[in-house]
């Protein structure tokens, strides 16, 4: 299955990814060999970036964290193909534009079914690609729009119990771990995926929250770099725990919601 990264923080920080250990799980010490992608927000804008290749071989990531952008809300896919070819097209994060601020969807797991389920028709987002995860995305988005023909900034309850219903709905056709974000925060919904053993079960994604002071150089652990401006607080979910820390397991079905550095809400779907 593929893996999934979020870090929010309170002020914009570096996440450097290109020789550390969740680069690796890309073709080095795991399977995840079909493609890797970035999506760090920039107030209502995010910059983009995907390439259909292992993360461990990858220049394009080497330079991206050599270049060191930062971010309070980042968000990161590593691939391993189960459904669509490896192409750019298939490539997550996934970004549309709604409401005059772009949203960015990354998913893992099987989702069967989903294209002959009525539940999950696209209208007005279509895929581009072929994946049922890029599907899942649109049919959100499709949830969310009356949303925001009503307001601008639709509010965050109202967010919430859309995407709540949409992942309740989503778990019933296979392991449904997904990362949104729609530049005001980011919501982690965790559920199954293959565990070392080759079962299918929870947790699927876990979650470490951190604080350092000014004094500090710094926060490092197994594939993410963290630089702090002032006292820095910081909240990360993550398929697989990166570091010794101690990680928490989300429960099958919970939501986490991440916003300025911490989880701001936490609630079973």
């Excluded at 079914?113 to 995305?137: C, I, K, N, Y």
Aim: hydrophobic share 40%; net charge negative; aromatic share 6%.
């Amino acid at each position: 299955m593929c893996e999934l990264l979020a870090v929010a923080s309170l002020y914009p920080t570096t996440v450097r990814l290109s020789l550390d250990e969740l680069a690796r799980h890309g073709g080095e010490t795991g399977p995840h060999v079909d493609g890797w992608g970035i999506a760090l927000a920039d107030e209502r804008d995010v910059f983009v970036h995907r390439a259909p290749e292992p993360a461990a071989q990858s220049r394009w990531l080497r330079f991206l964290g050599d270049a060191h952008p930062r971010s309070a809300l980042t968000l990161v896919h590593i691939r391993k193909a189960t459904v669509g070819d490896r192409r750019l097209c298939n490539t997550q994060p996934f970004v549309r534009e709604l409401g005059g601020r772009m949203h960015v969807f990354a998913h893992n797991g099987t989702l069967k079914g989903l294209d002959s389920d009525g539940r999950f028709v696209t209208r007005r987002f279509r895929p581009v690609g072929e994946t049922d995860s890029e599907q899942a995305f649109c049919a959100l988005l499709d949830r969310l729009a009356p949303l925001y023909e009503q307001a601008d900034s639709p509010a965050l309850d109202d967010r919430l119990a859309c995407i709540a219903g949409f992942a309740r709905e989503l778990a019933g056709l296979g392991p449904a771990n997904f990362l949104y974000g729609d530049g005001d925060m980011i919501v982690a919904h965790a559920h199954r995926r293959t565990q070392p053993d080759g079962t299918i079960r929870a947790p699927g994604l876990h979650l470490l929250c951190r604080t350092c002071a000014a004094a500090e150089d710094g926060m490092s652990l197994s594939g993410v770099e963290l630089a702090p401006e002032g006292r820095q607080n910081v909240a990360l979910v993550s398929s697989v725990p990166l570091s010794a820390e101690p990680w928490e397991a989300l429960a099958e079905g919970e939501i986490a919601v991440l916003r300025e550095g911490r989880v701001e809400r936490r609630f079973v779907a």
